[in-house]
């Protein structure tokens, strides 16, 4: 064999493996390597500010025992409120144990609201219906087409759950008008923008308040979502590679966004349940929104 060749095979072998490391590193850390993400919400009312820790997505994983790392590093960032933004667990989890215990643990550092994911509704179904009662019992506030009026950081706000889609149409059909969301999703979001209070959605699709004139109709000031991974495959210089029902390359995905007239903020979240591609360079995150009222 030539010394071209050689060294042509060798070059190979180095290029083979580093994008072996790459991968290997990437998938490891997009399981492993919890990071906190700072984000900056201006709602342009009182000039008052509020921090609050959104986590979603987390399908049953762990970090540390019993989620002592995630629980360790939430409590350093002192919250004023911790939002548990759906798919905690798995549709087919054998108990809801690991986000019971994730509660049990943070109750104490901060208020905790919960809503409920495609997952958690898949639990409920399967004839777990004494979750949401789990998940009270254990210290958490769920909010499913329902609201609170509290008080946090000295900031007035109204906060609801919302896992229906806004206007309970299909979003690829192109066709949602407000006259055709069922009539309890169109009375409950009636209700709730109805206050001067600062208005909080907990909406784990982000879906919900992206398709027809949703982000137009209703009032809303910030919309809290998870749900879709952030892309789960984040391709470099391209972004999240799928979106739910917004299909390949989304344009939400993660991160903050105006919508005409709402803002969202869509979390990449904290773990994946089983899909047929793996979470890639993609860290799980603990998100925390530092609002500006």
């Known amino acids: 064999m030539s010394r071209k060749k050689k060294r042509i095979l060798i070059l190979l072998f180095v290029l083979a493996a580093a994008l072996v490391i790459y991968v290997g590193a ?8 919890l990071t906190v993400e700072d984000y900056t919400v201006t709602l342009g009312r009182e000039g008052k500010d509020l921090k609050v820790v959104v986590i979603g997505d987390l399908h049953d994983h762990e970090f540390g025992e019993e989620n002592q790392e995630l629980a360790e590093k939430i409590s350093e960032i002192e919250p004023d409120l911790i939002l548990m933004d759906g798919d905690m667990l798995n549709g ?50 769920v909010l499913d087409q329902e609201y609170a009026d509290l008080e946090a950081g000295g900031v007035e706000i109204r906060l609801g ?41 907990m909406s784990h699709r ?21 749900h879709d991974h952030g892309g789960q495959v984040v391709v470099p210089f391209l972004g ?23 803002q969202l ?20 995150e603990i998100a925390v929104l530092h609002i500006t009222v």
């Open 161 to 201: 759950g919302l896992y229906a889609y806004a206007f309970g149409t299909d979003p690829k059909s192109g066709y949602n008008e407000a006259d055709d969301a069922p009539a309890d999703v169109r009375e409950f979001l009636e209700e709730f923008q109805d206050t001067d209070r600062v208005k909080i959605m």
């Open 206 to 226: 982000p879906d919900s308040f992206i398709f027809g004139d949703t982000s137009q109709v209703w009032d809303v000031d910030l919309v809290v979502s998870a």
């Open 26 to 33: 990437s998938l490891w850390i997009s399981y492993n390597l």
């Open 240 to 262: 999240g590679l799928y979106g739910g029902d917004q299909g390949w390359f989304p344009d939400y995905v993660h991160g903050l966004y105006q919508k005409d007239k709402i």
């Open 92 to 141: 087919d989890s054998e108990s809801a144990r690991i986000p019971v215990t994730l509660i049990q643990k943070l109750k104490d550092v901060a208020p905790i609201y919960y809503a409920l994911g495609n997952h958690e509704e898949d639990y409920i179904a399967r004839g777990n219906e004494g979750l949401i009662q789990e998940l009270t019992d254990a210290g958490a506030v």
């Open 265 to 284: 903020f869509i979390t990449s979240g904290l773990g994946t349940n089983k899909k047929v591609l793996p979470r890639f360079n993609n860290p799980p």
